[in-house]
């Protein structure tokens, strides 16, 4: 009986090719982007689960309040880890991780390189995470100050082949460190990664104990390992403690309030949205959404199939009502039918992963990630894969089969079968579905896209563009920075130039304050960047009030300009004069305010903009901010090249533009757009595939009527009417649907922004999602239709 | 083998009723050979269909090998159909897909027929039918007559005791519907109780009795030589 079932099945494929191929080719596609997708969501949810105690471990985060204000940041004080150990046996291992946010200069025996991706780790780092120790003790690599352990693409990067345990390698040109270690490339699934671990020691011997004894600064990420069957929230409510027994001061201070908890490791990468992250997180909602997308998709090809499947019904029907009369009862139909589905969904299964096979590299350009196909080397993984194949299988073919089973033999074999339309209404809904996922994807996309382009070109409160960044590392630059700044000066491409600490797009320091008015107990946080002359002019920020900072004035080195934001925040009427007394290593500095700079955004539109200040100092300038003047960057970059090599040869030439680096902050975003506009078209694609082989049906149903219709009369122009107003209106039906489902969902997204579109703005790209769809569906009936139209009436009425 | 008495059938759509078969009392003995005629429209098929349990009958009683089945369902009627009643139509919807071997082999499929089985028994009928040679071709290959010899081998493939042909020669030149009648008749000679629904004074006359319908009644029953008119 099987064997009649696969042989009638592939004869069937073979004698309809058109409807298998639309068949196979939408499931197939369906199917890749599906798998896909799951590829990618399987690894965002197994991030940090390669930990072998991954359950226990977690992360000390702190909930808090500082002048009034909320305050949630991932990073804890340096001394909370050690007191933790001290404190409560229920906690085993800790250790603090501090990142360089800057390059390093690196230099082994004059192979020098800025190195990135620099941590700093206490010695219980590997007792913590599993990373992969390949060489060196894991309990004792980073005891020692100056030792570092380095992956194995650092290592090769500076030894080659050489064995490097045991090599010295000079940081920034000062201090020497040993090799302790190496560890394998922490694995994508990690929510840090790191190329060179450095231990914690080094930077106690270098800045002294007492560096790491504040309680009040946040300032570094603290992990720690609980013992087993230790319930984290019994931890969690005797934190308070901890702080009040260390932090004795904290009793004076009313508005100041500081809650360590305990957060997951595995929760991080998608449900953590804190300040201070280690790097940047994704979000669950995207996974959501993306799982969301993939179930769209998949039901749109499984529409496809149920729908071609029961309109070619009439064409099956004999064969239906045939097996019938010779003995086949409902129950064997059903087994054929989704037997034959199940089949062509094997079939479309194995071409979904050719395609994905092909797309994965894009796929994983795309997303920045290096996804594989692991169904051929893992046998649970090919095992859903099978069992994926064999629900979409019974998904797509459930209904045709009981459709096409219920068929009453005498109606089909004396030819009073309904024909065509009628029976249609499950069709139609059916095609309503695929065209409301589709059109509610379009309006997505084309929102996302304008959110996108809003982000690149809002006025930021400076002008990112033609700016080129220098960062200034190691103790010799920063000393030179004045004379690097001066010779640079005198190039004719530079339009001005100017040092400072923090550089838009990347973190800038909070530090504590207390502004006039305010108790000497109680400090603000402001943002604060320290800059050099002519910064404001660089940047080209806006004064609303008062002025610049200017050589001309001997007192600026004492003064401070403020953002509209702080001011509005301390609601001062009379901001220029006002006192803001600062702390430089405990010791107090008071410092008056000269200007008010209109608010310009440092961090990404996603976040607000905070109350900020900016004073001159020279002994920190991290950066040289260039601004070049209009002309071709490639020349002008060589040109700076050149002058850094006859003033610092040794050092390699690093720089980059702030506009890209600006803009780099939006690349989950920029890649939920690109991903919304692949698998948009691939949805359109499969709909309108099942749209074409519909209507190709319904034309060839209504041969007869559109035979008789030009009889008697109609134009070509009227059957082409006739043909695709039924689609027309799916269509109108699809988008009053899709409409507030995605007014609902964008309006939803766009609150993860600070700064966004008006939704209600952009009414018109739901217009536009209407007259796309309607567009591409009446491009796909209207061949079919005028096929129809054209053809000869009396073939048509010979068709009975 | 059957006996019907006051066999009805009334069609409705939404607004007509059209009645197809009324009062129809009759019987066939076992190894009878009945012919249908009456003009079109008269209710030949409909009779054929509810008489090979295709079809429900609106009111009246069939007793088919004694079972009373006017009220059976399509799953009792299906048993009933598979183990004893073979279809022959005129056009012989044979299916496409299948060549002419798996469509005689069909019948026995539903019956759980083990595989050896079917194979000998599927060549001996077509053997029989003298299209053996043909088996491997697909229907829309073989000529008129040919396909309906395939539609004949299927219908007796499983050994019924009925055979229902319902215009068997209709889309057939005169010399292939004299081929195929002859095969029915000898069937019929071997024991097979054989009704045949037809047009045909010529296929009629193979019958031992044919009976005459005429809107949805009988009105004549003639055996072979002799008439009898029956009172309206």
Known sequence: MFKNYLTTTIRNLIRQKGYSIINILGLSIGLAAFILIVLFVRHELSYDRFHENAN????????????????????????????????????????????????????????????DGLLFVDSSFFKIFSFNLLRGNPTAALVEPYSLVLTETTAIKYFGSEDPIGKMIKMNDKSEFRVT??????????????????????????????????WGTLSLHTYVLLAKGVDPKLLNQRFPDLYLKYMTDLKEMDNIRFEPYLQPITRIHLHSHLMAEIEPNSDIAYIYTFMAIAAFILLIACINFMNLSTARSVKRSKEVGLRKVVGATRNHLILQFIGESALISLISTAFALLIVELLLPVFNHVLDQSLTLTIFTNGQNFLSLLLLALIVGLMAGSYPAFYLSAFRPIRVLKGTLRKGNKKSTTRNLLVIVQFTISIFLIICTGIIYYQLTYLRHKKLGFDKSHMVIVPLRGERLLKNAEYLKSQ?????????????????????????????????????????????????????????EGRAFSKEYATDSMAIIVNETLVKKMGWDQPIGKKIVGFVDTIEVERHVIGVVKDFHFRSLHAVVEPTVMFITHNNARNLNIRLKAGNYAQQIETLREKWEQMEGALPFDYYFLDEDFDSQYQADQRLGELFIYFTLIAIFIACLGLFGLASYNAEQRTREIGIRKVLGSSVEGIILLLSRQFSLWIVIANIIAWPLAWLFLNRWLANFAYRIHLANYWYIFILAALITLFIAYITVVYQAIKAALANPVQALKYE | MIRTENLTKVFRTDEVETSALSDVTFEVKPGEFVAVMGPSGCGKSTLLNILGLLDNPTDGKYLFLDHEVSDYSEKQRARLRKENIGFVFQNFNLIDELNVYENVELPLIYLGMKSSERKERVEEVLENMKISHRKKHFPLQLSGGQQQRVAVARAVVANPKLILADEPTGNLDSAHGEEVMNMLESLNQSGTTLIIVTHSQRDAEYAQRVVRLFDGQIINENIKGKVNTVKI
């Open chain 1, 56 to 115: 226990r471990i977690y992360r000390v985060c702190i909930d808090g309040m500082v002048a009034g204000d909320p305050l949630n940041v991932a990073v804890s004080a340096p001394p909370a880890g050690p007191a933790m150990i001290r404190e409560y046996p229920e906690i085993i291992a800790q250790t603090r991780i501090k990142e360089m946010p800057q390059t390093v200069l690196f230099n082994y025996q004059g192979k020098k390189f800025y190195q």
């Open chain 1, 181 to 214: 270690g190496i560890v394998a490339d922490p694995p994508s699934n990690a929510h840090f990664g790191f190329k060179v671990l450095a231990s914690f020691s080094t930077m106690i011997k270098q800045n002294g104990a007492e560096a790491y004894e504040n």
């Open chain 1, 488 to 544: 640079f000066k005198q190039l004719s491409i530079v339009e001005n130039l100017a040092t400072s600490r923090f550089v838009p797009g990347r973190d800038m320091d909070g530090t504590g304050y207390i502004p006039e008015g305010y108790d000497d107990n109680n400090p603000v946080i402001f943002f604060t960047n320290t800059v050099g002359f002519d910064y404001l002019e660089t940047m080209q920020m806006e004064m609303v």
